[in-house]
């Protein structure tokens, strides 16, 4: 075996999502030495596998008061920070006539003592706004929500700790993690794309791994109380609001729809489950959340169900309850675990050094930075503060003023428009170009998927799913890396296979049809390998 590459840094921080983005920002920033390792693609886990909202804190403001004031407070830093990463459609939270009318006065309550605004909005002008609502909600109330594109929130992040020197070493697993005279001092990283090992020397170690971060602690010898909590999620192709609507009443299945580019998503079920990766859509549960759907929006099920998926919560879980609370098993509804997140020390057991933050939302993701990097500095002896609160990330180069007030696709068909040719359009739905799709292959010297496009540029993303992009972008990878025509074939049929994965709880109607094109297209005409029924769902 190849002996491993060393590299030495201040911290290591484990987990490419939103928190561990953040973090290795918040460190950069204040002038220390950090690397990122994600096992995957950044923001791959839970914070690619959510229903896009920047939260008010409304949700909690009854049950969960400490995570509402978290959320209310980190919504108004984002929305100054990186506001080219939201659509500002605001939400409200309506009440319609399966609903308990007295939760209506707690949850005005509870708003106003966490700092939540609240406005009253008559349904006459809630219908002006969004005519497809319900004509039978009774209360409606305006809230400070977002719709927020994680995907380009988590690649803004490390973009901007790399302008401070942070690394972020995508696709290396955590072997092991090293320890000495009971201090953690590193660990061994795997290449997962071509079995080379590092080992990373750090003065500390940032566990940031979401709903791996027990997984990841174990390895210290230390153990954290986590409860997965998975819920699922499905995309229509029509957006049928500009608003993001929340049920008045007690958090429950199917009871936030949110607006997401030119979809809409409804979201989404609460079940207790054993594995952080197990990512099942049982077909009771879209079941459930089309039906909960129609509640709001009568017409529902009249649009195609374009997408599921199913991402899983990484909720801190300690052994005293408090009074009321669910026990956490298997299957159960985790809804009564706080969402509110902890930073964890592990001195206790042997692995002074290693610091896990755990919980929380991907709206507190800063907050949750700031408070894990200040004991990390507390730990090494560093005096430096934070900044990320006040220093606004990176934009990209369409983005122009300080609000996306909703979604546009203007600066794509603008720069399309604008070619010398229009032959270079690979993904029509979402309006993806052979010259995008060059630049972010370029970008990534140690190679890219096609799923790593998805998310990058949203190839793949629109109602086609991918059935006239996929094999155009196969050749422009296999062209710009110069892969082996072998290659650019597997990596097709790995794409296609990840988006049917998340079409196939949705088989019926319009649906249906889509996908039987596909196959015709993939399958019989191209001749990519059969698709495989019993796969998990991935995110959108």
Not at 66 to 82: F, G, K, L, P, Q
Not at 163 to 171: D, E, M, P, V
Request: hydrophobic share 40%.
């Amino acid at each position: 075996m190849q002996a491993a590459t060393s590299l030495n840094c201040d911290v290591l921080v484990i987990g490419g999502g939103a928190t561990g983005a953040g973090v290795l920002l918040d460190l950069a920033q204040r002038g220390l030495r950090v690397v990122l390792a994600e096992q995957n693609d950044i923001a791959t886990g839970t914070s690619g596998r959510y229903h896009g909202l920047l939260h008010s804190g409304g949700r909690y403001a009854v049950r969960d008061p400490e995570s509402a004031r978290e959320c209310i407070e980190e919504n108004a830093i984002v929305r100054r920070i990186a506001p080219h990463t939201l659509e500002d459609t605001g939400g409200w939270f309506a009440a319609f006539p399966p609903d308990d009318p007295e939760y209506i006065p707690h949850w005005l309550a509870g708003c106003k003592a966490v700092g939540i605004p609240t406005e009253s909005v008559t349904l006459a002008q809630a219908l002006k706004e969004e005519p497809h609502l319900n004509p039978k909600a009774y209360a409606i109330y305006r809230v400070p929500d977002a719709a927020c594109d994680s995907f380009e929130l988590v690649h803004t992040l490390t973009e901007a700790a790399a302008a401070f020197g942070g690394i972020t070493l995508n696709y290396h697993r955590v072997c092991s993690i090293e320890k000495a005279g009971g201090k953690v001092i590193g660990a061994l990283l795997e290449n997962r794309r071509n079995g080379a090992q590092v080992r990373v020397h750090a003065g500390a170690v940032v566990n940031a791994a979401g709903p791996w971060a027990g997984e990841i602690a174990k390895m210290a010898g230390a153990d954290i109380h986590m409860t997965h909590d998975r819920g699922i999620m499905v995309a229509m192709n029509v957006r049928w609001v500009n608003t993001i609507i929340n049920r008045l009443a007690t958090p429950g299945d199917g009871d936030i729809l949110v607006p997401v580019g030119t979809v809409c998503v409804i979201g989404t079920t609460s079940v207790v489950i054993d594995r952080p990766d197990d990512l099942d859509i049982p077909a009771e549960e879209v079941t459930q959340m089309l039906d909960a759907a129609e509640v709001m929006i009568p017409d529902f099920r009249k649009a195609r169900a374009l997408r599921a998926w199913a991402g899983v919560r990484p909720l801190y879980d300690p052994p005293q309850k408090r009074e009321g609370e669910a026990e956490g098993g298997v299957g159960e509804d985790g809804r009564f675990i706080t969402r509110s997140f902890r930073a964890l020390s592990h001195a206790d057991v042997g692995a002074a050094g290693m610091l896990s933050i755990v919980g929380g939302k991907l709206t507190t993701y800063r907050q949750m930075a700031e408070k894990i990097a200040d004991e990390v500095c507390q730990y090494l002896g560093v005096r430096a503060v934070c900044r990320t609160a006040e220093t606004a990330l990176p934009k990209p180069s369409w983005f122009s003023g300080n609000s996306r007030r909703l979604h546009s696709m203007t600066h794509r068909l603008h720069q399309l428009e604008h070619a010398p040719t229009h032959n270079n359009l690979i993904c029509e739905c979402e309006i993806v170009t052979r010259d995008q799709l060059e630049a972010a292959i370029k970008a990534s010297p140690e190679g890219v998927s096609l799923d790593d496009l998805r998310r990058d540029l949203r190839l793949g993303m629109g109602p086609c799913q991918a059935g006239f992009c996929g094999y155009r972008a196969a050749g422009v990878l296999g062209e710009t890396a110069n892969l082996p025509p072998a290659e650019s074939i597997a990596a097709l049929a790995t794409f296609i296979q990840e988006r049917f994965r998340g079409n196939r709880p949705l088989l019926w109607g319009h649906q249906l049809r889509q996908a039987l094109l596909d196959e015709m297209i993939y399958r019989r005409a191209l001749g990519v390998p059969s698709l495989q029924p019993e796969a998990h769902a991935t995110s959108d």
